[in-house]
């Protein structure tokens, strides 16, 4: 989508080998997510971030890290990859101060781990 | 926390025919909720926006969505089905700085 891209768009790695997945925006929007989606779940929170160097987990946060040391990137690690952890992963951004903004996401990262 | 529940994992109706998807959410206080549509392969588009300026929402495509508190319901429809319309569509609510998706709902159109 425009203003925000996801790197790799896909990736095979083996278990036990570190994963970053990267978000970037042009933006300069104050909040970003991470977000995997999986069937029959939809898609679930993983992290988030609400400023450089300020962020927070979500619900399914166990076996990722996140780091954002500029406005515009915003970076998901696998520190450790599982095959629990195959999905497909979607940064969102969100203009705005109140919860009424809508969210726009990326095109996405199919990680499979094997 | 704000979470939505969709009803039915899997619609399918005939092109040209009304199209309705389920939705309900819980919340402590007023909400904010979105309709978003995923073709295959593709990434999420927002359909339309609940922020309690009208209970009607209109979005795009022909959808629209109505907010009725007392059912604690979001529904999304259309009045006639197209074949485009076959997707995977999701309910969020927000009511803080998180967006929470209901588990989608697979739309097949039959020709």
Redesign the interface.
Known sequence: ?AGITQSPRHKVTETGTPVTLRCHQTENHR?M?W?RQDP??????IH?S?GVKDTDK?EVSDGYSVSRSKTEDFLLTLESATSSQTSVY?C?I?PGQG??D???????TRLTVV | AQSVT?LD?HVSVSEGTPVLLRCNYSSSYS??L?W?VQHPN???Q?LL?Y??AATLVKGINGFEAEFKKSETSFHLTKPSAHMSDAAEY?C?G???????????TTVTVRA
């Open positions: 989508d909040y997510y977000y029959g779940h939809g898609l679930r929170l988030y609400y979500g979607f969102a969100r919860a009424v809508g969210y726009t996401f990326g095109s996405g | 969709q994992s909400p904010s979105f978003y593709k990434g999420l927002l926006k922020t309690s999701f969020a927000s009511n803080d700085y998180k967006l929470s998706f209901g588990a989608g």
